[in-house]
């Protein structure tokens, strides 16, 4: 038993350190997030002195960097629910450590998606009037109706399990954190002692919630496919589109999960939770949804392909021959080949191999997103030649802002909240250590998931 | 082992232990439940509360033009491909779209009635005056979040560009690229300013709105027909209501199902299933002695704008 409790005090301390300790390396970081945020904005103002002439969208061209990058955040929103939902239902253990940056990755991408759409209106100052005159009618509404949803959702979910750590933080920082930090984490552990009756209503709290939120996260990637879907325009006219969506999704979802872990491992030193384990068992993850992509695509290029439908011909050389050659391949060949070979050769089946191909994965999909958009697009309607789009600084700069606001958020996240899973993972813990005991107690008992009475 | 753990609720004869905590806890947890409920009910909530204005697409704000004996006007055109050359007898750009232009204000470079060069089969070309299609099955009505754009009784499609939250899903949607967005601030002229806005004329044009050709209901219902029907210098274009079988360009009164059925009539893109209530008859300007092998047409202009200060026109 001294082993376990020595075991659990240095978890706490892990779990608790981020918010104990701040380097000035921290500072350093939150100001460069908040100064590109801050670029973001001052770009921001001259759309909304000027109008949307600043970027590069116009009338045949309407849509651009913003609608992919809003599709983009919405879809690496799907690394929570997969880990802490779909994993959760498999009973996939290894999970448990990196379950909390998951779930905060959710919550933070999907602020960001949803600013995007805001961003991308003429008239956003018009934005509640989809809540004053939504017609269910619209792809929109839906999206709205679903991303709400799913935010509501997220943070439910992003905020149940955590109670047990939350009241952790409130009886360790008892009296040695500031006074609204007191109250918060007071506030946010609702009275969480750790008793068998409140842990029973826990489990079954997560228990429902993780199966909730898994068809309201399928059906999020869905609605945003049928904004594109639901037109009159070939290269998005396509039954696929949906679960072509969801795969994406979850996909960039999981590459993002790896960049965020290998960062906050190393600034947090989560190296002995957060173990090159877990980012093997992602990296198979991530190498099996890159093939059900490449079967996707194959599906998608090849029924239009073949038939060479009016436009079809002319969306398909643009993909590999023209305008987006350099992009759409780069797509193909590092985005979904890349992580396969990675994970494949045994020289570079490894943490950095990983992380590498993480990071390509979301590069690749940001890229998928924006030819989608822009390329759907560009096929001409009527007799005119085609239009061209390039990103304008503004764009760019907004963009960018976007970015530096999901790591300012998680930045932030980070040293309020409990990074690791405290109780989940003393869990496992304790049924791995209990496994090999032959002297298990008669009645199972359970490790202190906080301070509380145990204390 | 820390002696509390004895006195865990684990030993007393109430299973739970029947503490105050664990029921705070199931609120909490089902309030945080319940928050996700109302969603779908929030848009109703905020109608009730919200500025008076309809819930309903706006039906325009006369009520719809109608035959003496009290049925709805169901406006159509039909454009008589056989007598366009796209002003190349004329000179300069299309009548239609300069008039266009002129009579609605229209921020450059919007050419709400375009005059596409269409390639023929074989070769040689012809010209297709293209304003919007006025779907019956209108694919930019069905995806509008808002109501901004809506279908009226009259059959047409409008705007209300004081609803429109500029979101352009109508332009993805739209296969036949009708619809124009004020991209920056639209140059407005000083005249314009006074003018009572309706969603039927589109002045004055407001910034991260879209617009289309409105069908001029309004100067149909005043006895007027639409600008680019009056300026068509061969006469091409017609006008008219399906409901009483009449269309006219103007200079001869035709009854338009014989019309349409008797010149082989078509309508652009049919195959979508849009339905459109702008019908072709079938040429290339051959009734105005075009020869098909004659391709070109001129620009469009937007000579209006030179009477408004410091207008910002952004390319098409």
């Known amino acids: 038993m001294a082993a376990l409790s020595g075991w659990q005090e240095r978890l706490e301390e892990t779990a608790l350190a981020p918010v104990r300790r701040t380097s000035r390396r921290f500072w350093a970081l939150v100001a460069a997030e908040v100064a590109i945020l801050a670029w973001g904005l001052y770009a921001y103002s001259f759309q909304l002195r000027d109008g949307l002439v600043v970027t590069g969208m116009r009338d045949r061209i309407s849509w651009g960097l913003y609608i992919a990058t809003f599709v983009f955040f919405i879809g690496i929103s799907h690394a929570g629910t997969l880990i802490s939902a779909i994993l959760r239902v498999s009973q996939a253990r290894w999970r448990t450590p990196v379950t909390r940056i998951a779930e905060f990755i959710t919550v933070v991408a999907l602020i960001c998606g949803a600013a995007f759409v805001v961003i991308d209106l003429g008239r956003p100052d018009r934005v509640l009037f989809v809540f004053i005159y939504g017609r269910w009618q619209s792809p929109i509404i839906w999206d709205v109706l679903a991303i709400t949803t799913y935010l509501t959702a997220s943070i439910v979910y992003l905020f149940v399990p955590m109670i047990p750590d939350l009241a952790l933080f409130r009886d360790s920082l008892k009296g040695r954190t500031s006074r609204w930090r007191a109250w918060l984490y007071r506030t946010l552990a609702i009275g969480w002692n750790g008793n068998v009756g409140q842990r029973r209503s826990l489990a079954a709290a997560i228990g429902v919630l993780m199966i909730l939120i898994m068809p309201i996260a399928v059906s999020v990637h869905t609605v945003v496919s049928w904004i594109f879907a639901m037109t009159l325009r070939v290269p998005w006219n396509s039954a696929l589109f949906g679960a072509f969506f969801v795969a994406g999704a979850i996909f960039s979802g999981i590459a993002i999960l790896i960049v965020v872990m290998a960062i906050l491992r190393r600034a947090y030193k989560l190296h002995e939770y957060v173990t090159e384990k877990q980012f093997l068992y992602l990296g198979y993850l991530l190498a099996a949804f890159a093939a059900i992509m490449i079967y996707a695509n194959i599906n998608e290029l090849l029924i239009h392909g073949y038939k060479l439908e009016e436009g079809a011909g002319f969306h398909l050389r643009q993909l590999f021959l023209n305008d987006f050659a350099p992009l759409f391949w780069f797509y193909l060949i590092g985005g979904l080949f890349g992580p396969i070979a990675i994970v494949l050769f045994p020289a570079t089946r490894n943490t950095r191999g990983i992380v590498a191909a993480a990071i390509l994965v979301t590069v690749a999909m940001w890229i998928e997103r924006y030819v989608i958009v822009v390329s759907g697009l560009r096929v001409p309607l009527m007799p005119y030649a085609p239009a061209d789009y390039a990103p304008t600084w503004v764009e760019w700069s907004i963009l960018a802002g976007g970015l530096a606001l999901f790591a300012l958020l998680i930045t932030l996240f980070t040293k309020l909240f409990p990074i690791i899973a405290v109780w989940e993972v003393a869990e496992d813990h304790e049924a791995t250590v209990s496994a090999f005991e032959v002297t298990s107690p008669a009645v199972p008992e359970m490790p202190a998931p906080s301070g509380g009475t145990y204390s | ?316």
Not at chain 2, 193 to 209: F, I, M, N
């Open chain 2, 1 to 316: 082992m820390p002696p509390e753990q004895a006195a865990t609720p684990e030993s007393s004869p109430k299973p739970w232990g029947a503490t105050i905590p664990r029921r705070r806890l199931l609120r909490m947890l089902g309030l945080g439940a319940l928050s996700v409920a109302p969603m779908s009910v929030l848009p109703e909530l905020l109608r009730t509360v919200g500025p008076g204005r309809p819930v309903e697409p706006v039906d325009g704000p006369r009520k719809p033009a109608t035959t003496r004996d009290g049925r709805i006007r169901q406006w159509t055109m039909i454009i008589d491909l056989r007598s366009c050359d796209g002003c190349q007898s004329v000179g300069g750009p299309p009548r239609c779209t300069a008039a266009c232009i002129e009579g609605h204000l229209a921020p450059e470079p919007m050419e709400w009635i375009e005059v596409y060069e269409q390639e023929l089969a074989g070769d040689g070309t012809r010209f297709v005056p293209t304003p919007c299609q006025q779907c019956q099955n209108p694919p930019c009505v069905n995806v509008c979040p808002v109501g901004a754009t809506f279908s009226t009784p009259e059959g047409t499609v409008l705007i209300d560009q004081d609803r429109c939250i500029g979101c352009r899903i109508c332009m993805a949607a739209c296969p036949y690229d009708r619809r124009f967005f004020n991209w920056g601030e639209p140059p407005i002229p000083p005249a314009a300013l006074l003018a009572d806005y309706s969603a039927e004329h589109q002045v004055p044009a407001r910034k991260g709105t879209v617009m289309k050709c409105d069908f001029c209901p309004d100067m149909a219902r005043a006895g007027t027909l639409p600008y680019c029907v009056q300026a068509c210098p061969n006469d091409a274009i017609y006008y008219g209501d399906l409901e009483e079988d009449i269309a006219t360009n103007g200079r001869v009164v035709v009854a338009a199902s014989r019309f349409l059925a008797e010149n082989d009539a078509f309508r652009q893109r049919e195959e979508l299933g849009t339905k459109p209530r702008v019908y072709y008859i079938p040429g290339h300007g051959e009734a105005v002695g075009r020869d098909v092998f004659t391709p070109g047409r001129a620009p469009a202009e937007w000579p209006w704008t030179e009477i408004v200060d410091g207008a910002q026109p952004w390319q098409r």
